[in-house]
């Protein structure tokens, strides 16, 4: 009985990620310009300007990233009716509220920084989904951590949340915490 309650929890908390990460994909349709940058018609520096989008003014995202010699990402995005390359340096994928990061395995993740993780106990923070994977620091009932937009399930079928905490890209157990 125990291991059923624990794989519907499981459950549970995977269904709410769902829904969660199909309602940051839809607002982040948008790329916009946290800086004034050029439009270009490749992603990378070489390729020849379109204009310049200005710093808080929007573009439509086409859902497409490349990564430049120099390391850096490219947004595809469609602008004043032509398609064109925008660099991260310079803008995000959604709204003030979002952004867009590149985890340590080049994933490519949306991240809704208005979205929380808050313990609902004392929790250890670690670096992998696991309770095995190092700790760094424990958080207590209440506390709020940044959340990372992705979830993981160890095998026993514990859920965890991926967050920031000073400086780390972490883990917190969804035994001891929830999604706000």
Known sequence: MKKFLRMMAAL?????????????AMAASKVTATGNCNVRTGPGLYY???GTLYKGQT??????????????YWLKIRWKGKTGWVSTKYARVGGSASVIYYDDDDEYVYYDT???????????????????????????????????????TDSYGNA?????YKGYKAWVSARYSYLK
Not at 129 to 152: A, D, N
Not at 160 to 164: K, L, P, R, S, T
Request: charged share 25%; aromatic share 8%; net charge positive.
């Open 12 to 24: 549970m908390v995977v269904a709410l990620c769902m829904s969660t990460f199909a309602t940051v």
């Open 48 to 50: 020849s300007s379109r």
């Open 59 to 72: 573009a439509t995202y086409l859902d497409s990233r490349k990564r430049d010699d120099r390391g850096v």
């Open 114 to 152: 208005t979205r929380k993780v808050q313990a609902t106990a004392s929790v250890n923070v670690r670096l992998s989904p696991r309770t095995s994977g190092t700790k760094v620091g424990t958080i207590s009932k209440g506390t709020k951590l940044s959340y990372r937009g992705k979830m993981s």
């Open 160 to 164: 965890w949340f991926a967050v920031y």
